[in-house]
């Protein structure tokens, strides 16, 4: 290990010495937020570890009359942390603001027709995240406790999953591989589950993977990273290709949490 591990190993530490989630806050945010991915006493020490630092690196903005307290920023950070449980806070590098809403929030695009023609349209969104820029969450539809949810997906994992995406450019559905993926593989399985998704959609079948999947692959990414962590066994059971490529990419077997407590 040379001087500068060691530097940043010790700011590390001295960072998580003094800047910790409290306890109490994190027995919160772990009853709020965690119950469902059934993690293991060793993965929540090291997630608490993540997302307080994930905490001291990112700058938090309210919009809309939103009261953002430490309660709301903990539990951001801890899932959106989940995603890089066994990589690294680097993966989140490269941005800093995330902006939190109390609702759902507007923006105004121009998109071209058939022709080429520029439109402007006009979105309702409850999340939206920006290559290089702030990450933006509609708290309404962003927390744990949303009913729209029913523990079936989160705008946070899917929010951040676009940031991992966005590490090798504009979103496309293909974030950095690591050396022991192979491309070939994760295009392949990725281009066939997509492609019968946006068939399923076309012929109005009822679909095991969210219909928002097949508006772009940047969208089926998020979609199934979703699936991976919220509904592992299901993924598995209709993909399993597209489940052990999320397992590399994740270095995570969240459906081996699930049959331990079975």
């Not at 040379?2 to 919160?28: G, M």
């Not at 690196?57 to 430490?70: C, T």
């Not at 772009?216 to 979609?223: D, G, L, T, Y």
Request: aromatic share 10%.
């Amino acid at each position: 290990m040379n001087w500068l591990d060691r530097f940043h190993r010790w700011r590390k530490q001295r960072l998580l010495r003094h800047e910790r989630i409290p306890i109490d806050l994190w027995a919160q945010v772990s009853n709020e937020a965690l119950a469902r991915f059934h993690l293991s006493p060793h993965e929540l020490h090291r997630l608490r570890e993540l997302a307080s630092l994930f905490l001291q690196r990112k700058s938090f903005s309210s919009a809309g009359g939103l009261v953002l307290d430490d309660k709301i920023r903990a539990l951001i950070a801890v899932e959106a942390c989940l995603l890089i449980l066994n990589l690294d806070l680097e993966y989140f590098d490269g941005w800093l603001e995330i902006i939190v809403y109390p609702g759902s929030f507007v923006v105004e695009r121009e998109q071209p027709d058939a022709i080429g023609l520029l439109h402007k349209r006009r979105a309702v969104l409850g999340g939206e995240a920006w290559d290089r820029g702030p990450l933006i969450l509609a708290w309404e539809d962003a927390q744990p406790s949303a009913l729209a949810h029913s523990g079936n997906s989160s705008v946070i994992l899917h929010e951040f999953a676009h940031k991992l995406d966005m590490l090798n450019g504009a979103a496309n559905g293909m974030p950095p591989l690591h050396a022991d993926m192979d491309r070939h593989d994760w295009t392949r399985i990725f281009n066939h589950a997509y492609e019968q998704l946006c068939i399923g959609i076309e012929e109005q079948l009822r679909t095991d993977i969210d219909p928002y999947g097949a508006e772009n692959p940047a969208e089926f990414f998020a979609v199934i990273s979703e699936a991976f962590f919220l509904r592992p066994a299901q993924l598995y059971h209709d993909h399993p290709d597209l489940y052990d490529q999320l397992r590399l990419f994740y270095r995570q077997n969240p459906l081996q949490r699930c049959t331990k407590i079975t």
